[in-house]
């Protein structure tokens, strides 16, 4: 079986940073996505990692601990924009399709 | 690329009703998935097809619904009959493989069903 978990909701303030953190559980890894969607649209890549360490992407970050089952991703600068929903994913080996974690609904405020 | 493109955008029905909803992927992607997401269950895989081949149904919910792939750029979800607890957004994503690996999704704008 597989298990995925994210903090449900979030708030940050314009301007600062936070981090989102997912811990999962799987009977196989082979990649871990994070996703943003807004809401009332369809979820959009932000990024991707398969090998431990940070992958930085402009004002978002990624990080990724197989040992620990632990990922988070890193939005700096924030702006309201980034106001939306945080999917985390994980594709096990055995198959194509990618689990998804329940999301994260972060709300940045001015 | 004009993306994944997936009709009705909202649907209205009536339970009993046959609901079906369609989905073309992009052009030359070899992956098509359909997910439901609603408040209480979050993203579900539903069905994914590899080169129009269904490879994994074992999230479809029941007999009721059935997909197809008939060809590579078209794939349909069908609800019959329809029930109140199937209200949710459908979303198509589909994908490239390589070495039978498969990256990113681009996900459909969804379509948003509602049973009453």
């Known amino acids: 079986g597989q298990n995925i978990d994210q903090p449900t909701e979030m708030t940050a303030t314009e301007g600062a940073i936070v981090q989102i953190n997912c811990t999962y559980q799987?009977?196989?890894?082979?990649?871990l996505f994070w996703y943003q969607q807004h809401a009332g649209e369809a979820p959009t890549f932000l990024s991707y990692?398969?090998?431990?360490g940070l992958e930085e992407k402009g004002r978002f970050s990624s990080f990724l601990s197989r040992s620990k089952g632990y990922s988070y991703l890193l939005l700096k600068e924030l702006q309201m924009k980034d106001s939306a929903s945080y999917l985390c994913?994980?594709?096990?080996?055995?198959?194509?399709?990618?689990?998804f974690g329940p999301g994260t609904r972060l709300s940045v405020l001015p | 690329d004009a993306g994944v493109i997936q009709s009705p955008r909202h649907e209205v029905t009536e339970m009993g009703q046959e609901v079906t909803l369609r989905c073309k992927p992009i052009?030359?992607?070899?992956?098509l998935f359909w997910y439901r997401q609603t408040m209480m269950r979050g993203l579900e895989l539903l069905i994914y097809?590899?080169?129009?081949?269904?490879?994994?149904d074992s999230g479809m919910p029941e007999d009721r619904f059935s997909a197809k792939m008939p060809n590579a750029s078209f794939s349909t979800l069908k609800i019959q009959p329809s029930e109140p607890r199937d209200s949710a957004v459908y979303f198509c994503?589909?994908?490239?493989?390589?070495?039978?690996?498969?990256?990113?999704?681009?996900f459909g704008s969804g379509t948003r069903l509602t049973v009453v």
């Open positions: 994503a589909s994908s490239f493989g390589r070495r039978g690996l498969t990256y990113g999704y681009t």
């Open positions: 799987t009977s196989g890894f082979n990649g």
């Open positions: 990692n398969v090998l431990d």
């Open positions: 994913a994980v594709r096990a080996n055995y198959g194509q399709n990618f689990v």
């Open positions: 052009s030359g992607h070899d992956y």
């Open positions: 097809f590899n080169n129009n081949v269904p490879i994994d």
